[in-house]
T-cell receptor, first 114, second 118 residues
């Protein structure tokens, strides 16, 4: 158990809908990262927050947005969902946010868009 | 741009065999960090090791060992006397070094699926 929690574990929804994925980092970690794992794209970095502020951005779609709250938990919002958004979404956290910090991953949220 | 290549898509071994998973990386930076993660069938990503670019000493942890060779840009992972519980997908990753301060992201390889059978 990494100490990173993600809810829900599974999510099934329809195209065009909007969903919110939630992540709580390990105690003491200030940085949260979101990754998407799909069969065709592999593991792709989406976005990083450090102590409430956005720090780095990957190939995150405009339909996707995220935020980190004062209690350091984070939410990833996915809207206007398409079939291709079906994937495993991971949240990770680290103490700091720099390249030296090890990222510890949560169990993931499996999103299925029908 | 940074890149991580894991050329072995899938490896099958019989229990107790030794197996080496290859990882080759590309980066323009002189300071960088390399990682290995394990993804068992249950799906979570488990951190195994972190190595910085200045430390080329090989590391051993139980049945696991890692060989980092800067000259060939490789960071290979060996499991000695493999066990069925080692069956998983293993990912090599490189920490983005062009971002300063509190910014970071991991670039992952495509993973190697290891199947250990009795």
């Amino acid at each position: 158990d990494s100490g990173v929690t993600q809810t829900p574990k599974h999510l099934i929804t329809a195209t065009g809908q909007r969903v919110t994925l939630r992540c709580s980092p390990r105690s003491g970690d200030l940085s949260v990262y979101w990754y998407q794992q799909s069969l065709d794209q592999g593991l792709q970095f989406l976005i990083q927050y450090y102590n409430g502020e956005e720090r780095a951005k990957g190939n995150i779609l405009e339909r996707f947005s995220a935020q980190q709250f004062p209690d350091l938990h984070s939410e990833l919002n996915l809207s206007s969902l398409e079939l291709g958004d079906s994937a495993l979404y991971f949240c990770a956290s680290s103490v700091g946010g720099g390249r030296v910090d090890t990222q510890y991953f949560g169990p993931g949220t499996r999103l299925t868009v029908l | 741009a940074q890149k991580v290549t894991q050329a072995q898509t899938e490896i099958s071994v019989v229990e107790k065999e030794d197996v080496t998973l290859d990882c080759v990386y590309e980066t323009r930076d002189t300071t960088y960090y390399l990682f290995w993660y394990k993804q068992p069938p249950s799906g979570e990503l488990v951190f195994l090791i972190r190595r910085n670019s200045f430390d080329e000493q090989n590391e051993i942890s139980g049945r696991y060992s890692w060989n980092f060779q800067k000259s060939t840009s490789s960071f290979n992972f060996t499991i000695t006397a493999s066990q069925v519980v080692d069956s998983a997908v293993y990912f090599c990753a490189l920490s983005e070094a062009s971002l300063a301060g509190t910014a970071s992201k991991l670039t992952f390889g495509t993973g190697t699926r290891l199947q250990v059978t009795l």
